[in-house]
């Protein structure tokens, strides 16, 4: 086993050491393929009594009417949405009066930890600004011509667009600019915008969500004080808390699991990672691939993007339900654009950006039975309102934020901010065009999990009846229960530093600026098998994961945020506002 120790290493690593001389062993010879890994036997609890706290906030809390963790799409919209009525209600002479609605944003500016595709449904724009033409919104162009192709190694068969990934109406964008935008629309309604401060914990009164309390900043490695610039945890009270955590938001994760909250299938994630280059060869279509670099065994695809005519979005999100615990999604990316379909646009050009991001990708039956409860709202991607066929996910997040919203103001207007006030959200998201288009392709992911061709025929299937046939839910388990297979060593990757590049270079580019001795923020556990060890390393695409012999180095400053292996390894929390990546066009 690996055990965690807690030892400091150098340039900000955390070292876990010990040898390997119980349970499963990794063996000398290299080319070992037998061993098989489980994460979920060894991933470490989630540590609820960090996120739920049960304290009413302190006394020099900041009083706020309603707070939304999170300055994402899903979060913005609704505290756009929220202030709009109140400004509505005031003018038309109600009594709801003055309203505190607070956005509180972990990234350093908005924006900064935001990444997607991007090709986006313009609705959730059309139901917030009505009153605004669809050149008034931060969207690029329109899509235009479009292409899928199923890749082998070194060509390309061009095969026909699926029905549910056609995206006439749809226009391309940097979900980092609409976060941007729509937080200037946000403070202009007059919501408090403050970026920098992430969400430590919920606080709570009996079964009552009554405030935030804020992660404190400035502390040294031992978590103490770090001296003039530390900054403590801040309390805000809430009537109302919106978690709009995105995905895997570890708030939303305590908080369901305190409710006794759950879903006909647990939730299951893909791992995005993506690319942004500064070409000479202009992209004429939106471009999306299956098959190599990735096996049969193994759901996901890629997708390249025109931005503008120099500047190409591409990028490669696999399920992380994939067999091989030696599978690499960075080095697979890397190996994807040495590919012609992909090569010969970007050959001469530059990288100019680099990220990742995990993806809830269950659809309808995994989505929680009810997303409110007594001074709460979950929506976003945090509920996991994500159609993976159609690969959108943004304007249902809007839609969810602008949802939670108008039931937020009727429970204000009445003074009842309990779980049946709140009802209605949960109710209003079932009945919209969220849950419907979801059910509608309910089995289409979870179809894919014996394979690409088995899985392309159910889906062929189900878009012919509508989701009809089949007609019950396929059971499917969790991504940590996944049991893995050590695949064979591949010959040690050499990027060229062109059109190639290291972890360590990636991350440079994703504008990383976490301090190196900022506290752990990442739960390892007590015992890692090497296996699970090896696994971590090659799942990674920052390099927070390094094995030195029978040790495993935890470089915690590198983590950009992705949280893919809070899925199905070491936990997530919270860390100092302003951590993590610095994404400008992502």
């Not at 096996?295 to 997708?303: A, E, I, R």
């Not at 949802?403 to 919209?432: C, H, M, N, P």
Request: glycine residues 12%; contains cysteine; negative net charge.
């Amino acid at each position: 086993m690996v055990h965690a120790s807690g030892h400091p290493g150098p340039g900000g690593s955390f070292l876990i050491t010990a040898p390997c001389n119980t349970g499963v062993k990794m063996p000398t010879d290299p080319h070992h393929v037998s061993a098989s890994v489980k994460l979920l036997d060894v991933q470490p609890t989630l540590p609820s009594e960090r996120f739920l706290v049960a304290e009413p906030p302190d006394s020099e809390a900041v009083p706020m009417d309603v707070v939304f963790v999170g300055g994402g799409p899903a979060g913005l919209a609704g505290a756009i949405e929220l202030a709009r009525l109140v400004q509505r209600d005031r003018e038309t002479g109600g009594t709801l009066g003055e309203l505190e609605i607070g956005v509180l944003e972990k990234a350093s500016q908005l924006g900064e930890h935001n990444l997607s595709g991007a090709v986006v449904n313009p609705s959730a724009f059309h139901e917030l600004f009505p009153e605004l033409s669809i050149d008034e919104f931060p969207l690029r162009h329109p899509v235009g011509k479009e292409s899928v192709y199923l890749l082998k190694q070194s060509a390309s068969i061009p095969v026909p667009v699926p029905p549910t990934m056609k995206n006439h109406g749809n226009y391309l964008a940097s979900i980092c600019e609409i976060v941007r935008w729509l937080g200037a629309k946000a403070e202009e309604y007059g919501v408090n915008v403050f970026p920098g401060f992430p969400v430590d914990s919920l606080l709570t009164d009996g079964g009552r969500v009554v405030g935030v309390r804020t992660t404190p900043a400035g502390l040294g490695r031992d978590g103490k004080s770090g001296g003039p610039d530390a900054m403590p945890a801040m309390d805000l009270s809430a009537k109302v808390t919106v978690l709009a955590e995105g995905t895997r938001g570890p708030l939303s994760q305590a908080w369901l699991r305190w409710q006794g909250i759950t879903s006909e299938n647990p939730q299951i994630f893909a791992l995005g990672v993506k690319e942004l280059w500064k070409v000479k060869t202009p992209l004429d279509r939106v471009v999306h691939t299956m098959g190599w670099p990735l096996s049969t065994k193994t759901f996901g695809g890629s997708f390249m993007y025109p931005l503008a005519d120099d500047l190409i979005a591409l990028g490669l999100v696999v399920g992380l339900d994939y067999p091989d615990a030696r599978f690499d999604v960075h080095e697979a990316l890397q190996q994807m654009k040495m590919h012609p379909l992909f090569q010969r646009y970007l050959v001469g050009g530059e990288m100019m950006e680099w990220g990742a991001k995990t993806i809830p990708e269950g659809g309808y039956y995994s989505v929680p039975s009810r997303r409110h409860g007594d001074g709460l709202c979950i929506v976003g991607d945090s509920a996991g309102y994500v159609e993976v066929s159609s690969l959108k996910g943004i304007h249902y997040a809007m839609h969810s934020g602008i949802l939670a919203a108008r039931q937020i103001f009727k429970a204000l207007q009445l003074g009842d901010t309990s779980e049946a006030a709140l009802s209605g959200y949960s109710s209003a998201v079932d009945s919209s065009v969220i849950m419907r288009d979801l059910r509608k392709r309910r089995n289409m992911r979870l179809a894919f999990k014996d394979g690409l061709f088995v899985g392309g025929l159910r889906a062929a299937l189900m878009t012919l009846t509508g989701g009809a046939i089949p007609s019950g839910k396929i059971t499917i388990e969790e991504d940590a229960a996944k049991i893995r297979w050590l695949g064979e060593v591949q010959e040690q990757f050499r990027p060229d530093g062109d059109l190639t590049f290291s972890k360590a270079d990636a991350v440079y580019k994703s504008g990383n600026q976490t301090r190196d001795d900022i506290p752990q923020h990442l739960i390892v556990g007590e015992d890692i098998p090497p296996e699970v060890a090896e696994m971590l390393v090659h799942m990674c695409p920052a390099g927070v994961y390094e094995r030195d012999g029978t040790d495993l180095v935890v470089n915690a400053p590198n983590c950009i945020d992705c949280k893919a292996t809070d899925v199905v390894g070491p936990r997530w929390t919270p860390r100092e506002g302003g951590s993590g990546p610095a994404y400008r066009q992502m």
